[in-house]
């Protein structure tokens, strides 16, 4: 037998820093590469700019690209790899490690003019490819460019401060003082802002974003989480311009946890876009799923609604409930009803007392323990919120739902009745409160279809589920109980809409029951 050989590319096997400073696989960043027009590949005067450099795939495939595209104008290699390594690829590495690692991927050799560069053109170690130490630029508690929390990363100089170069300047393009055709890349995802948890951490790929876009490229090809798609902590204006932004002529979406980056949890999942300088128009959207294409690319105008609708079968169905009229008006949306966090003032972590023996006037308080739920009683003057709506019938869902698998299927938590004289800690929110306990029962049933929870799974992209993720679901009259079938026949959708709802969400009895938490980010 012959010997069998395996040589795989260090690049595809190199371990992340972090869930937010994330190394691309060569293969993803070959398919965004993909998104670009060929003929760049055989222009020699292009230029290459990626702003957050970890490992330096991005460069090192453009310029496998252009080695190859530029053979005839330049055929000697050696005169051919100096022209590009030193005239058409940039890079601003993240910290001093990666800005050797990149080096390391795009020169051979961890300084650019080194003895086993393969680049004959470079006097100085750098290169192309630079890493500047910057500090934050504190306006109070905060950085005035990133957020980040002062207390967390005002630090000594040898340890890295996180405050990224090309995001820490008024004018990124005066670091290289040029002008670049193409900016491309990965950037870090965010920075914590002091809180402690995942929930306290700010976003900042989004500024990554607008700074390239402040360059001017003809061309910007970037990944980042999908969580803008619906907005959140620091990114609801980001999305409302993306969102109205006609220049994007592609968007590829990866909803499927681990399926972008295998093995990093990024909840919401990631997707790439190509942003062109040149064009105006609807933007051709593609889900992949396990690493394919899954169905056929949708060309469409991305601001139809106030938040990106990702999946392409989802936007027949939300037209049509969305166009459904009672009389001459729009019928209203859950979000109205539903209650915003803490409806009570009771932190998650609170419990009461384990009985209600010795309270003069006890209430009993649903809570949440390490991710269980917990039943406990407090007195009824410690309510301080909505004291009012002790005495209603009330229907509590979490305010998080969702477990570490790749694929959720559940979207709601499983609706708690709360009679008269009971309230929940800041685990719940308050999704209705009633006179009768029929009209609670009804509407928790209303809750559990699949229908609902379809709707709700269209701006709800990670565990978290605020009152927000409601603004889709129509708020109906309880004078009946209401079936996924009767909601199919209302709004007069398809065999195949009908297939597609129950394609990703599973009936609430074939669920197990999922403990929703305390509502962090991760």
Known sequence: MSEIRYNPDVLSCIANLSSDEVFTPPQLANRMLDALPADLWNNKRATFLDPGCKSGVFLREIVKRLDKGLEKQIPNRQKRLNHIFE???????????????????????KTANGKYSVCEGFSNSEGNIRFNRVEHTWSGESCKYCGANKGSYKRPSELESHAYSFIHTDEPEGIFNMKFDVVVGNPPYQLSDGGGSGSSAVPIYHKFVESALQLKPRYVVMITPSRWFAGGKGLDDFRTRMLNERRFRNLVDYPKLYDGFPGVKIRGGISYFLWDRDYSGPCTVQTMWDGKPLGKPMTRYLDAYDVLVRRNEAVSILDKVRAYRVGRKAEITL??????????????KFQGKKSSAGLSNPVKLYGNHAGRAVVSWI?????QANASWIDDWKVLVSKAQGTSAAVETKFLSNPILAKPGEVCTETYLVAGRFDTEDAAAKYADYLRTRFVRFLISLRKLTHNAPRGVYAFVPDMPLGRNWTDERLYKRYNLTDQEIAFIESIVKPMQDVDDEPGGNGDDE
Do not use: K, M
């Open 335 to 348: 979000d109205e009803r539903v209650s915003s966090r803490n409806p009570f003032g009771f932190a998650s």
């Open 379 to 383: 007195e009824r003057r410690a309510v």
């Open 87 to 109: 005239n058409q690829v940039f890079g601003l590495a993240i910290t001093e490690l990666t800005a050797l690692i990149s080096r390391r991927s795009l020169y051979c050799s």
